[in-house]
C-alpha cells in the first residue's frame, strides 16, 4: 500500500498526519481493510542525507554517519519493546537503495487509537489529583528506563503518549536519539529535567506546574540511592531552569559520569546559550 502511494501516488487508506519538510520526514497512517475488519498502522518516512546513507546501511551510530537514521532508530524501537512496556512495536521496516546504499527508510508500527501526547492530558487534567496519577506513570516509565540503562535523548511531553484506558502504562515514541552508556544518576536526571522543564513552559521563567520540591522528591524517589546522587540532583536543578536544545549537546552531557561532571562550567554554558538563543541579557547563573 506504501508503494503504491509513494511511486504511483494512490493514497486510498493513506492519511498523511505529519511533515517535517527540512529533514524529509512524514508520518502517515495506514488503514487496511479484509474482511475480517481495518486495521490501523503507523508509517514513518525518512530520506537520509548523503552522510548518513552509510550508516543506516552499516547500522553505525556516531558523528561521522550520523545517529539518528531509521535503522538506529529501527534498533531502538525493538529494544525499547522487548526491554519495557512503554514501547511501540515495530511490524516491518523497508528501506529504497540507490548505488548500493539506502536513501529511504521506512518505519512500520502500531497504530495508538485515541492514545494523546502528556502535554494534551496534563492540560485538560486540571485538578491535581489527576496530575498527581499522571506524573506517578511518568516515575513508573523513568523507573523501567532506569533498571534497562535506556537513554531517551528526546524525551519530552510531545513524544510521550498517554492512553485513554487509566490502567495502561505510558509510551515512548520518536526513539531515534537513545543511548545505553549513560550513567543511571545522570540519565534521570536528564530525563525528569528536560521533560519537566518543557512541561513548565520552557520558559526563561517558568511559572512551575510542577514544582522545584516535586521535581526533587521524584527525583530521590528514582536514583536516591545511586552514586553521585548529590551531583545529579544539582543537573537537574539546573535543566529545570535551562533549554538543552542545539547547539547544547544532551548526548554529550549523559557521557560524563557524575564524578567528573562540573556544574559550575556547565550552569555558564547553558546561561550563555539561553541568552542567546532568547536574546536577553537577564540571566544570571
Same mark, same amino acid.
Given at each position: 500500500?506504501?508503494?503504491?502511494?509513494?511511486?504511483?501516488?494512490?493514497?486510498?487508506?493513506?492519511?498523511?498526519?505529519?511533515?517535517?519538510?527540512?529533514?524529509?520526514?512524514?508520518?502517515?497512517?495506514?488503514?487496511?481493510?479484509?474482511?475480517?475488519?481495518?486495521?490501523?498502522?503507523?508509517?514513518?518516512?525518512?530520506?537520509?542525507?548523503?552522510?548518513?546513507?552509510?550508516?543506516?546501511?552499516?547500522?553505525?551510530?556516531?558523528?561521522?554517519?550520523?545517529?539518528?537514521?531509521?535503522?538506529?532508530?529501527?534498533?531502538?524501537?525493538?529494544?525499547?519493546?522487548?526491554?519495557?512496556?512503554?514501547?511501540?512495536?515495530?511490524?516491518?521496516?523497508?528501506?529504497?537503495?540507490?548505488?548500493?546504499?539506502?536513501?529511504?527508510?521506512?518505519?512500520?508500527?502500531?497504530?495508538?487509537?485515541?492514545?494523546?501526547?502528556? %502535554?494534551? &492530558?496534563?492540560? !485538560?487534567? @486540571?485538578? /491535581?489529583?489527576?496530575?498527581?496519577? +499522571? #506524573?506517578?506513570? $511518568?516515575?513508573?516509565?523513568?523507573?523501567?528506563?532506569?533498571?534497562?540503562?535506556?537513554?531517551?535523548?528526546?524525551?519530552?511531553?510531545?513524544?510521550?503518549?498517554?492512553?485513554?484506558?487509566?490502567?495502561?502504562?505510558?509510551?515512548?515514541?520518536?526513539?531515534?536519539?537513545?543511548?545505553?552508556?549513560?550513567?543511571?544518576?545522570?540519565?534521570?536526571?536528564?530525563?525528569?529535567?528536560?521533560?519537566?522543564?518543557?512541561?513548565?513552559?520552557?520558559?526563561?521563567?517558568?511559572?512551575?506546574?510542577?514544582?522545584?520540591?516535586?521535581?526533587?522528591?521524584?527525583?530521590? %524517589?528514582? &536514583?536516591?540511592? !545511586?552514586? @553521585?546522587? /548529590?551531583?545529579?540532583?544539582?543537573? +537537574? #536543578?539546573?535543566? $529545570?531552569?535551562?533549554?538543552?536544545?542545539?547547539?547544547?549537546?544532551?548526548?554529550?552531557?549523559?557521557?560524563?559520569?557524575?564524578?567528573?561532571?562540573?556544574?559550575?562550567?556547565?550552569?555558564?554554558?547553558?546561561?550563555?546559550?539561553?541568552?542567546?538563543?532568547?536574546?536577553?541579557?537577564?540571566?544570571?547563573?
Amino acid at each position: 500500500m506504501l508503494d503504491r502511494f509513494l511511486w504511483k501516488k494512490e493514497a486510498d487508506g493513506i492519511t498523511l498526519l505529519s511533515e517535517k519538510a527540512l529533514k524529509a520526514r512524514r508520518a502517515y497512517r495506514l488503514a487496511l481493510s479484509d474482511c475480517s475488519g481495518t486495521s490501523l498502522y503507523f508509517a514513518k518516512q525518512m530520506a537520509l542525507v548523503s552522510r548518513k546513507r552509510l550508516g543506516g546501511l552499516l547500522g553505525g551510530s556516531n558523528l561521522l554517519v550520523g545517529f539518528n537514521h531509521g535503522t538506529a532508530e529501527l534498533a531502538h524501537n525493538l529494544a525499547l519493546h522487548e526491554r519495557t512496556i512503554h514501547g511501540v512495536q515495530t511490524f516491518a521496516f523497508g528501506e529504497y537503495f540507490r548505488y548500493g546504499l539506502p536513501v529511504q527508510q521506512i518505519l512500520l508500527q502500531e497504530y495508538l487509537t485515541d492514545w494523546q501526547p502528556f %502535554d494534551a &492530558v496534563w492540560r !485538560e487534567s @486540571g485538578d /491535581a489529583a489527576s496530575r498527581e496519577v +499522571l #506524573l506517578r506513570k $511518568l516515575a513508573d516509565m523513568l523507573e523501567a528506563f532506569r533498571d534497562a540503562r535506556i537513554q531517551h535523548l528526546d524525551l519530552h511531553p510531545c513524544n510521550v503518549l498517554v492512553s485513554p484506558v487509566p490502567e495502561a502504562p505510558l509510551r515512548a515514541i520518536d526513539c531515534g536519539k537513545m543511548s545505553a552508556q549513560a550513567d543511571p544518576a545522570i540519565s534521570a536526571a536528564l530525563h525528569l529535567g528536560v521533560f519537566l522543564y518543557e512541561l513548565n513552559g520552557k520558559c526563561i521563567e517558568p511559572q512551575f506546574e510542577v514544582s522545584t520540591q516535586n521535581a526533587q522528591r521524584l527525583f530521590r %524517589d528514582l &536514583v536516591g540511592n !545511586e552514586p @553521585g546522587f /548529590a551531583t545529579a540532583e544539582g543537573l +537537574l #536543578l539546573l535543566l $529545570l531552569r535551562y533549554s538543552t536544545k542545539r547547539p547544547f549537546s544532551r548526548r554529550q552531557l549523559v557521557r560524563h559520569r557524575h564524578d567528573a561532571l562540573n556544574l559550575v562550567a556547565l550552569e555558564k554554558r547553558l546561561c550563555k546559550l539561553t541568552k542567546g538563543r532568547y536574546g536577553v541579557a537577564s540571566i544570571d547563573p
